[in-house]
Nanobody, 111 residues
Framework: QVQLVESGGGSVQPGGSLRLSCAAS????????MAWYRQAPEKQRELVAG???????TYTDSVKGRFTFSRDDAKNTVYLQMNSLKPEDTAVYYC?????WGQGIQVTVSS
């Protein structure tokens, strides 16, 4: 099973930026989709952004224009660049790949 480790979370003020990283323990194959999810307190886990085998990237409406999903297959790592952060982006963010989940990383947006 693939091990996924997220990093880059933390606390920022509204309007700030963070870049999340997700490093995989094995090579990332583009034929398999990858995704970032998040779960806010007392809410269901939701898809934030995903990339398909055709490198099509989709975003949930609430982050379009603010978040950017990218991947570096040579480093077995994917990224989520988050700009113009809002308090409603506060959540634990998870990386997902081939039925494996990362441990999750906290992102807090607060003044």
């Amino acid at each position: 099973q693939v091990q996924l480790v997220e990093s880059g979370g933390g606390s920022v003020q509204p309007g700030g930026s963070l870049r999340l990283s997700c490093a995989a323990s094995t090579s990332i194959f583009s034929i398999f989709p990858m995704a970032w999810y998040r779960q806010a307190p007392e809410k269901q886990r939701e898809l934030v952004a995903g990339i398909t085998s055709d490198y099509d990237i989709t975003y949930t409406d609430s982050v379009k224009g603010r978040f950017t999903f990218s991947r570096d297959d040579a480093k077995n790592t994917v990224y989520l660049q988050m700009n113009s952060l809002k308090p409603e982006d506060t959540a634990v963010y998870y990386c997902y790949y081939r039925s494996s989940w990362g441990q999750g990383i906290q992102v807090t947006v607060s003044s």
